[in-house]
Nanobody, 120 residues
């Protein structure tokens, strides 16, 4: 019904940068909050950043000042610019979206994840 597809993960050196993208498609009427979460090996999934439809953002303390979330509402796409990467940023990054579908009910959608590996 609604699909989220992430891209942009990969390998980076400490201090480097990566940019993640997530495009939503399907029976979308509108998208409310969009966000990024991550799960490191052996750890629980945690919030990285969220952005409202109006552009208000929220960040985990661990990424403030280094990561920037943004979205393009016309493209149903959310981005995560990650700068000054640290080895502890290594994780699978998941895109999430609160979607109002064409049938006029809300669903929470998740992507399949993209792996980010930061080497020291």
């Amino acid at each position: 019904q609604v699909q989220l597809v992430e891209s942009g993960g990969g390998l980076a050196q400490a201090g480097g940068s990566l940019r993640l993208s997530c495009a939503a498609s399907g029976s979308i009427f509108s998208i409310n909050d969009m966000g990024w979460y991550r799960q490191a090996p052996g750890k629980q999934r945690e919030l990285v950043a969220t952005v409202t439809q109006g552009g208000s953002t929220n960040y985990a303390d661990s990424v403030k000042g280094r990561f920037t979330i943004s979205r393009d509402n016309a493209k149903n796409t959310v981005y995560l610019q990650m700068n000054s990467l640290k080895p502890e940023d290594t994780a699978v990054y998941y895109c999430a979206a609160a979607v109002l579908v064409i049938a006029r009910y809300n669903i929470d959608c998740w992507g399949k994840g993209t792996l980010v590996t930061v080497s020291s």
